[in-house]
Each structure stands twice: as C-alpha cells, then as structure tokens.
C-alpha cells in the first residue's frame, strides 16, 4: 500500500506523481497531448497557438518554452490536420448559434 | 526517480496502446494520436474497447462509509461523510442532517444549516494520505546527547554543545513511543529539579530573568512548565487534555520540594484565542463576558449588518449563506474595511477606511445620534451606565456608600446577581453600589446591580440623562455629572468633519451609516480580526457598542455586536452550582484527589487547579512581562500580578503550528528559545514547529481517531462527538493517549501511581468515562447520556443540541428580556470604566489612539481634549523609540496638533501598514501543503513549477496597488523585500552578513492589486514559513524546492515570511488586575487576568513596512513576470481587457 511514500504506480494514491523523465521526448509527447486535446474539442489552429504562447497555460506554456514556437506550430498544425472534423464541426456551430464573435475560451493575448 | 522504478510516461503510452489493442494510425501523420479521416455516423458503436466507461461510472464507488467531524480553528465544526474502499478514503462529503439535531426539549435545528462543509472539509484525505505527515516520532539529536549525558544543568556552552540555539540545523533521529515517553517523563523531572527551591531561583535570576517572573513561581520548578493544547475545543479530550496533564504535574513539584497538596504547583496554562489575536478584547470591558457572539443563523433576523474589518465571505465560509439571507430578505449590507473587500462586493455601500481608526469613526457616529436626539431613552437609562453618576474630581463612579450616611444595599441574596451569575459579599464589599440623580424625588438614590431595566422602573426611581450636581463626600463638595453629561464633552472632539479626517471617509457617508443605525431595526455589527489584530482594538470593540447601546440594538434577534475568530468557546461546558464543575472537572481534576469511580456522577468531580493560566505572549516578548524603566517612577510593572508569568523551561503543545503562527517567529527562533530546555509537539504533520523542537509526536487525524472526541462550536448550537472510521495511516496516537503516555512513564519515574490514575479510563480503553463526566456537569449537556447520544437518540450518531435558552443563541437575550444584570461591576453596558489602570491610561472614555507602530502620526497619541481624561505619559519623551517606551507613553492631544505630529518609522521610509487576514484556502497553517490549496492560495501556483524559484507548486504572495508598486519601481509579479522596523526585526540583534538573516528576511512575489490602498499591502496570514532548512534546500536541491532534507517539510516561502515583520506588542488595558468581568467557564465573576478571556491580546497588524524590489519577475530573474504581459492584469490591460472591464462584452 501506498502508505510510506508515494507509489506512481498506485492508481489510489491521492498525490501528484512525478512522472520521470528520460529525454527531451516526452516534453514533446506532453505537448502533443495538449493538442491534440483541445484540437478534439474545436479550437483552431490559431487559439491552439495562443495556448500555448500564453502563460495563463502554463502546462502547455512550458512546453512552448521548452521546445520553441517552431516545434509547437509543427504540433498543432498536426493536431489540427488530425482532427480538422471536430474544428470544422466547431465552426459551423459557432456560426448557426452566435452573431457575436467572441473569441473564448482561449484569452486572446 | 529512476527508470528502474519501471514506469515511465513513455512506458504508459506504450502500455495504453498495448491494452487497447493497437490503434489505426493514420498513414503519413507521426503516431501520436488517431487519425481521423472521417466523421464516424455512430461513434459508439465503432469503439474498439468499452471497458473505460465501467471504470469511469466506477470512480465514486464505494464499498463503506462513516461520518467524522471536521474540526480546524475555523468555528464550524462540520459533520462530514467520509466514503471509502478497500479502507482508503477515496472521496468525501456533506452530511445532510442538521434538521435532525434536537435537545432534551425536543427542540430541533432548521434544515437551512445543510450543507455544511467547505473545501478544506473536501480534501482533508489529501493531508492525511499526503507526503508531508508526521509519521514516526522524532528526537532532535542534541536534544537526546544532553539526557544521555545526565540531563547537565545547561550553561550557554552547553546550550551551544547540545544545539539549543541551532535547533534548525540539528538532526532528527526516530526514537520508539516508549523511549520517547520515558525521556520526556526525565526530562521533566530534570527540569523541575534544577528550577526548583532557592537554588533554582537564583539560577533563574543569573540567567537575567526578572525577580518578578521568578518570585511568581514560588520557588516550584514545575512552574516553568508551559503546556498549550491548540484551540483545545476542537477535541475537549484529546486537546484540552493536556491541561490535565499539566494539572499533573502538581505531583512532580510535591515529590521534589517535599510540599503538600495545598503549596504543591503544576506548570501554566497556555492562552489559545487571546494569543491568536482572535478575541475582541473590549468586550469585557462593555458588557463583562468574554466574547459575544450569536448563532450564525442569527444573520437572517438583522435589517443592517454591518461587516467592521470582517469578511464573512471568505472566513466563514461554510455558514457565510446566512448573511446572504439577510439580504434576501431586504436587510441592508454595509462594510467597512481599508480595502474593497470581498464582502464589499456585497455591499450596498463600503467605507474605506483608515486602518485601526475604527474607534473615531463610531465616536462619530455616536455623537451624531446624541447630538440629533437618534436614541432609546427608556433602554440608555435601563440597561446603560450613562446615568450613573461620576465624580470630576477623581474620575470614579460615584459609590452611594459615599454619599448616603448609613448606607445599607438593598442588593437581594434571592436575585440574579447572587443567585445566578454567582456574585459574592466580597465582591458586592469591594464593588459597592452607585448613585443616579432621581429626577422623581429631585436627589441622589442609590442602584444596585440587580436594578436594571423594568426593575429600576418598579423601584419608582426616574434616572436622570444629563446634569451636572454638586454633593459633599467627608465634608467636601464634589462635582459629579452623569456620564451621558461628560460624554457631550468627551464628543466634542468627534464631529463629523474631525472623524472624517481621522478616518478618511466622507462625512456625508459617516452620516449616513449613522441614520441606518438609527431608523433601520435591528442592527447587527460584526467585528473580526480585521479589527481584533490592532493594538487599539479594545477601543474599537467598545466604541462599536456605542450606537447600540443608545438604540437598544442587544439582546434580540438580529442585533448585537459580534465576533467569531476562532472558536475559543470552552464556556459551551461551562459548570456551575447546580451542574457540577463542567469544563474544569476534565482539565482541574484534583490529582490528589481523583475520582476512579468510572460510574461517578460529573458532579462528583472534586475540581483542584493547581495549574494557572499564561499568556503565550510573554514567552512571545522574549519571555518577559512589561516593566518599564520610566522617568518619572523609575522601575514600573504593567503585567497585572494576576497576569504574571513565569520563566519558560519546558514547553509542550499539540495541535497547533505554535511557532510558525508566532510574531516575531525568528526572533522566536534566535533569542528565545534556546533557553528552552525542552520543546515537544504533538502534530499530524511536518511543521516549522516541528522543525524547532525537540520531540516531534505524530497525533491521528480526525478520521483516524481510535476512540472518541468531542468539541462544538462558538458560532453554531451542535454538540458533536466522534471517532476515526480508518485505521492510522502512520504510527500515530490518539492525543489523549499520547499524554496517558507521558503520564504513565511519569509515575514508573516517580512511583507515584496518581500520574497514571489521571489517565485510568484512557489506558482501560474506556474514555467514554470523562465525556460523560463533561455532559453531566456542564450547563449546555446537563442531561445527555453518551450511550443515547452515540446511538443517534438526539440527531446523527454522535449529534445533539447544545441546550441553549433560545435557538438561535441570542447573547443577552436574559439581561433584556428578564431584566438579568450585565456581567459587569455596575451590571450595565459599559461606555465608561472607572478601574485605575484605565484612568491611568486615560482610557476610563471609549476613545481613539494611533497605533503604536502603524501610524503616520505620533505612536500611541490620544485624541482627546476632554478634560476628564488624564493619562500619565511617565515623563517618555515624544522621541522614546523603544517598542515598550511607546507601548505605555500616554500622551493627550487634540486631533488639530495630532495632525502635526510625526512618526519616526514612517519617516524612515516604513509607510506600508501590512495587513495580515486569514485566507480561505486554509485554517491558519492548516491545509498549507495540499498541492490544490497552494495553487489556489495564490496566483502563482503552477503544477509544473515552470519557474523554480517557486518553492512549491505554490507561492505566497503580496498584494500591493499597482501605482505604490510602480513608484517603487516593481512590477507586477517582482520578488520584493518586506521590512520591517530594523531595531527589532526579523529578529533582535541581527545583522546582514549573517546566514540566518537570509533565513530569516521575507521575500515574496508581488501581485498588483487595485483593491488595495496606496499604503496598505496584504500578505494573507499563516503560510508554512521558509526555515533553515527549507532555505538550504531551496538552494540546493536541483529542482528549487523549499523541501527541507531530514524532515520533509515543505514551506510557501523562499525565505523569511509575514512573521518576518510582526512582533508582539504588551497592549497595558489587556494586563489589569482591576477588570470585573465574568469567569469564562463557570457561573462566577473575577477581578483582572484570566487567560483567553482578559489578557494579552497579541495584534501582529500593528507592523508598519517597507517594500523593495529584490529580483524581476521574469523566467530565469530577468524581465517582467510573464502572466504580467498578457494585457489581461491590472495597469496592464490591453484592450480586449479594457473592453470586458467596461462591459463591451455585453450585449
């Protein structure tokens, strides 16, 4: 039982675990998650750059500083390329519910 | 952590594809997530693996529960659920039952208390299962070095030898429970051995002690002892407990000086609500009782509540719904604080104002009713001393045994005065009686205590308001005026233009909170520690009545000033003559005459307290008392006989963070406590006063306890009692069984078997025993069985009523409506008093001072040309710097020459008054490591620590208003430098070179803040403070965490904190000998100190500051901090900003 000290490999434990870290890779498996999971919720390619520019972000933040715009522009334009029904989709909901543009969730920076 | 732990990110990606089965990766796009070429028409039917929704429909199941209670020093006490499997508490949650909580009466609660539970209540599995629990006990090295080596008297060598004075950089080693009792049972008994008798007196003496302090111990080494059980209501047996302990040691001083029963003296008691600052200390002096305070669903019956320096928001925050009641139903909100508060928000108008100019702003008011005619003659004439009579000569009231040839009182042995409040010949000798001027008979006629309300109505005496009389006191005429006449003179110095001044509110908006008092009924004011942490908060608690008094807003539903910091309120078992001794039969047990009768009634507890109680705040000023050397009496004391300490040699408390909570705590740390020869604390978790001791004794949580608590609350009517429903998750003890510890190696020491007899029903497995003692003779539980209590007969398991007059709880509910007297001398509210210390002090009249230290004006001045106010200054000249010199100089001046005067401090720069209020994401330090809550304690908690300077996944930080900030050239998120003044702070004799003032000096990111005044900053109170080792840590660990090595504690701070720059103030009104004021946990009256009741009050607002920048903000300590460039921050705002701040989003 996880009762001494923290087990990452107990799904009970009630405390953030440290996930290790071997190589610059998995900062880059990070950043593709964050995309690809906001990508899958509709955001665009140009609120997914302001995630990660943002520092209200600051998990995909910190990858942005991490690994440099370039890298997480080639990011999210995969994510996007991925899951371009799911931004389309989006879109178009947008369009039919709202005449007002507004521009959120992402805070535009 | 290593890969060879077998678990990486990257393995869990490949394990999760593995476990899915393999996945459709796209071609031509990298494997790092399902292509989607097209929209799946059903996207259910085409999962390949459905196993995931079974565990994520599974994720609140539980296979039992149990109900605990939540019990911090936040006045609520919730009941909660706590919901486990596989015995892990995996979540929990609210128990929706108060409807249910009845008395012996059948009288039951309303079901508007549910929920009741917060969200420190929500994560508390977080603290219990996280990784900073106390979990083994613990020996400082030294500490353990100087008992094997024979427990040497200690010599500042050996103090240096054996670390006492570096107890920061010692080690600690893991001692078993038994060899941890057997050595503190020794250490003790050494203590006591070398303090006790003449020969410990003069060690004492040479070691600077002051005669005073020594010659209050009576030559009893266990007098050196200090116990302090942590706001002991939250657990009466476990917490409180440890006063019994202390009660104990009785028997240790009667074994070595060789005394009997009647000379043989345990330690001291130490304060727990007046050391926090939490009491409102006027209050004693208005009405007599400790505290008044109502219960929270009193809220809904007020028509204007008045929030003074309190926010109900966000401190009370469970029961801070029943205000919003009030507003629903069509009362009115006024706050009044410095800073657009969240309760302001609520609002239907804030004064901002001045802080701790509270006083004046009342003042004013007052003298706008008086002056407009806006009073209740009838209730000001009743229930007030505004028509007794007070002699201009001497200042006193006048006593009809002075003026009545052969005067005899009428006062009855058969009414309220003797017969319940407990009042004595003695008392009734010493106090006398008073004189009105009867307008009936057109003379003097004498009232006793008893003739209050209709009662001096019957008696056909019609009290004159106003007139000034002349009578002949031992042949001599003698001027006496009632004091409503000497009030028109004392608020002559308040009018509205003045107090506006004072105060910085507008007059037109001083006048219209005084017409609100006036024609909206009832009012209701409720002050908290924004107003209980000033010096002067005495005045401002008692000024606060003022308007009341005069409108009759006491003693009704809705009305009334209160206060609710910390739930202090042991008086819930409060014994009397025809209860049995309640509260005291548990903690004051006659140790030489115990009951072990485990079926004896609670009546039959035979009560001897041979302990006394002491303020921590003497240990807290360099373990001294108030003695100053004056010019014009030389060698003068201040600390009331009745108040007097003793030196501190060993100290002992649990459940609280005693010396993280500590202003001055450096100081603390550097001067103090190195002549401490042994510091023990019971706690759940790794604290900063852990760190500092010399045992560290894991305690069960509230949901690990083994058997059963009880506590209730100051602020609701519930009784409550539980256990634990886990198994400790440490090797962790009960509280109580931790003191039967220490009491049973105390009698295999001594041989004396009566230490463990203190603790027979704890080591038989039967407390049960001592609560059912507690619930037969307290005057709230009179009644209750255990069995039917714990068998849900009353509420939930465990749940009951406390038996209350009135539900809600009504303060002075009896004194309006059964024309009871007051607890006070006169048995009226009190505007005046006429004790010497007060007219020494010239504050016999509610008044207004500046603040000793956070002022612009002269410290500690009087704003007063009342003739009737005389105060001594000592001959302290204006320049005297010293924190005790300004402490006790009483100097008198009218607010126009006030204006002219100067403080030194603010001179030199320190013109910040740093605000200290609690926070709502912990209960003082409780909760400050839980990873949730230090996130969102502050802007700057990051999971992903991006800036490792941080030292946690949260910081502390200061809020600052962004044009002060820029003045002083810092930016938005900057790492600032607070100091305070240098003479004393962070600790007396330090000096910039030294490593432990790196330690000890605050540092601490800024966050722009409009809300704030220009001179007024906040650092929320009680963060974990940055330590030697955390300090090394932080600069040493590669990833920056203040993760102190050895012991795992985890501070909110880089370096120093808010008790960088607080000390302790002396505040004198706290220190009489003179007050007559009620007992707090019995039906009787006392003369002066009393702990938590009427003592030292300690007041860390009273700190004037200077801020400077020390490190940018930015990444890596360069440019500006980040979030500050969004264009979304104050004084930053772009325009997509600037448009939502002007609505431009609404449409």
């Excluded at chain 2, 593995?18 to 031509?28: E, I, L, N």
Aim: hydrophobic share 35%; net charge negative; proline share 5%.
């Amino acid at each position: 039982m996880p009762y001494r000290e923290p087990d990452p490999e107990d799904p009970m434990q009630r405390v953030g675990v440290t996930i290790p870290v071997e190589d610059d890779s998995s900062c880059r498996e990070m950043a593709e998650c964050f995309a690809e999971e906001y990508a899958r919720q509709g955001w665009n390619r140009r609120q997914l750059l302001e995630m990660f520019s943002s520092a209200f972000y600051s998990g995909p933040h910190l990858a942005w500083l991490q690994l440099g715009e370039e890298a997480v522009t080639e990011i999210v334009d995969q994510a996007v390329q991925m899951w371009k029904p799911m931004i389309d989709r989006q879109s178009e909901n947008e369009k039919r519910t709202s005449n007002t543009i507004i521009d959120l969730p992402v805070i535009q920076t | 952590m290593s890969k060879s732990n077998g678990f990486s990110r990257r393995d869990f990606l490949k394990s999760c594809l593995v476990a899915g089965g393999g996945t459709v990766a796209a071609p031509g796009v990298k494997l790092w997530a399902f292509d989607v070429a097209e929209e799946f028409a059903n996207p259910l039917a085409a999962y390949p693996e459905r196993d995931w929704e079974k565990i994520y429909r599974d994720q609140y199941r539980y296979d039992d529960s149990f109900s605990w209670v939540c019990s911090p020093n936040d006045t609520h006490a919730c009941r909660c659920m706590a919901y486990t499997r596989n015995g892990v508490v995996t979540r929990l949650g609210s128990q929706y039952d108060y409807e249910t909580y009845a008395d012996l009466y059948g009288n039951k609660a309303t079901p508007n208390w549910n929920p009741r539970q917060c969200a420190k209540g929500y994560t508390f599995h977080r603290v219990v299962y996280g990784p900073y629990r106390l979990k083994y006990p613990i020996v400082r090295q030294g500490w353990k070095q100087w008992a094997d080596d024979g427990y040497p008297s200690l010599t500042d060598e050996l103090r240096t030898k054996y670390k006492f004075d570096a107890r920061g950089q010692d080690t600690f080693v893991k001692i078993a429970w038994e060899d941890t009792f057997r050595y503190i049972a020794k250490g003790y008994q050494s203590i006591a051995k070398t303090y006790s008798g003449a020969e410990g007196a003069k060690r004492l003496l040479g070691q600077g002690y002051p005669k005073e302090m020594v010659d209050e111990m009576g030559e009893a080494g266990t007098r050196t002892f200090k116990f302090r059980g942590g706001m002991g209501l939250l657990g009466v047996i476990g917490k409180y407990g440890i006063y019994r302990l202390n009660n104990s040691m009785a028997l240790l001083d009667a074994q070595i000086r060789g005394v009997g029963p009647d000379q043989a003296r345990g330690g001291r008691n130490w304060a727990n609500y007046t050391w926090h600052g939490d009491q409102a200390p006027g209050h004693p002096w208005v009405h007599g009782l400790q505290t008044s305070d109502c219960d929270f669903n009193d809220l809904r019956f007020s028509k204007l509540i008045i929030m003074d320096g309190k926010n109900l928001v966000e401190n009370k925050l469970t029961d801070s719904h029943w205000f919003i009641e009030c507003m629903e139903r069509g009362g009115k909100i006024v706050v009044i604080s410095p800073e657009y508060s969240p309760p302001s928000t609520k609002a239907d108008y804030w004064l901002s104002i001045r802080p701790q100019t509270d006083a004046a702003l009342f003042l004013g008011i007052t003298r706008f009713m008086i002056d407009n005619k806006m009073y209740d003659e009838k209730f000001v004439k009743g229930f007030t001393d505004f028509p007794l009579l007070v002699r201009t000569d001497n200042l006193k009231r006048l006593r009809a045994a002075e003026v009545i040839p052969g005067y005899k009182s009428d006062l009855s042995k058969t009414g309220p005065s003797y017969k319940i409040q407990g009042f004595t010949d003695e008392q009734h000798e010493k106090l006398g009686d008073y004189v009105v001027w009867d307008q009936a008979s057109n003379g003097l006629k004498a009232i006793t205590r008893d003739d209050v309300g209709e009662k001096i109505t019957k008696k056909g005496i019609k009290p004159a308001l106003e007139g000034k009389f002349t009578v002949k006191i031992a042949g001599q005429d003698v001027e006496v005026m009632t004091l409503f006449e000497m009030y028109k003179v004392h608020l002559e110095d308040y009018d509205l233009g003045t107090v506006s001044e004072i105060t910085g509110i507008a007059a037109d908006q001083i006048e219209r909170l005084a017409r609100d008092i006036a024609t909206i009924e009832p009012v209701a004011i409720h002050q908290g520690e924004g107003i209980n942490h000033w010096f002067h908060a005495t005045e401002s608690n008692r000024a606060s009545y003022l308007p009341l008094m005069l409108t009759g807003n006491i003693g009704k539903k809705g009305a009334g000033s209160h206060t609710w910091a910390g739930n202090y309120k042991a008086a819930n078992f409060q014994g009397s003559p025809w209860t049995g001794p309640g509260f005291k039969g548990w903690v004051a047990e006659d140790t030489f005459n115990l009951n072990l009768d485990e079926n004896a009634h609670g009546k039959d507890i035979k009560v001897g307290a041979r302990c006394k109680g002491e303020e921590p705040a003497y240990w807290n000023h360099g373990d001294r008392p108030l003695i100053v050397e004056t010019p014009k009496y030389g060698h003068k004391v201040f600390t009331g006989q009745t108040h007097m300490p003793t030196p501190t040699k060993a100290l002992f408390f649990n459940n609280v963070n005693l010396f993280n909570n500590a202003k001055h705590a450096y100081d603390m740390f550097k001067n103090v406590n190195p002549k401490i020869d042994m510091i023990i604390t019971a706690d759940i978790q790794m604290t900063a006063s852990v760190e500092y001791a010399d045992f560290g004794l894991p305690a069960n949580s509230w949901i690990e306890f083994e058997d059963l608590e009880i506590t209730s609350s100051c602020s609701n009517p519930f009784l409550q009692i539980w256990k634990g429903g886990i198994k400790p998750v440490f090797d962790s003890k009960d509280d109580l069984a931790i003191l039967a510890g220490v009491a049973n190696a105390m009698a295999d020491l001594t041989g004396d078997k009566r230490f463990s007899d203190n603790f027979k029903f704890e080591n038989e497995g039967k407390r049960g025993v001592y609560i059912q003692r507690l619930l037969d003779s307290s005057t709230t539980t009179a009644g209750y069985k255990l069995d039917d209590l714990m068998a849900g007969k009353h509420g939930p398991p465990g749940g009951a009523l406390l038996q209350y007059r009135t539900y809600p709880r009504i303060p002075f509910w009896e004194q309006i409506n059964e024309d009871e007297p007051f607890h006070t001398d006169t048995g009226r509210m009190h505007a005046y008093s006429d004790i010497p210390e007060a007219i020494e002090y010239g504050e016999n009249f509610i008044i207004h001072r500046e603040g000793t230290e956070a002022t612009q004006f002269l410290p500690n001045v009087i704003v007063s040309s009342n003739p009737y106010v005389r105060p001594d200054d000592y001959g302290i000249p204006r320049d005297a710097e010293h924190w005790d010199e300004r402490t006790v100089r009483n100097i008198k001046l009218p607010w126009k020459d006030v204006k002219g005067t100067k403080n030194f401090l603010w001179e030199d720069g320190y013109r910040f008054y740093l605000l200290t209020p609690k926070t709502r994401h912990r209960v003082h330090s409780q909760w400050s490591t839980v990873d949730w809550h230090m996130m969102f304690d502050s802007n700057f908690g990051d999971p992903y620590r991006i800036d490792k300077r941080t030292p946690g996944v949260g910081e502390h930080q200061l809020h600052i208003n962004p044009e002060a900030a820029r003045d002083l050239g810092i930016n938005d998120g900057d790492y600032v430098y607070v100091d305070a003044n240098p003479a004393d702070r962070p600790y007396r004799g330090h000096k910039p070179d030294d490593p432990y003032y790196k330690v000890a000096r605050c540092m601490v990111r800024t966050i722009y803040n409009p809300a704030y005044p220009y001179n007024a900053i906040m650092m929320k109170h009680a963060p974990y403070i940055a330590t030697e080792r955390s300090v090394k840590a932080h600069e040493t660990r590669k990833d920056g965490r203040a993760l102190s090595e050895g012991t795992g504690y985890q501070a909110n701070f880089r370096y120093g904190s808010h008790q960088s720059c607080t000390r302790n103030w002396h505040m004198p009104m706290h220190q009489t000998d003179s007050l007559f004021h009620k007992s707090k946990v019995y039906m009787k009256f006392i003369f002066g100190g009393e702990a938590d009741n009427h003592a030292v009050n300690t007041v860390p607002k009273e700190t004037l500051v200077s801020v400077t920048k020390a490190e940018d903000g930015g990444l890596g300590g360069k440019g500006i901090w980040a979030t500050a460039t969004t264009g979304k921050t104050p004084r930053a705002e772009d325009d997509t900003m600037k448009r939502y701040l002007d609505g431009g989003f609404i449409t």
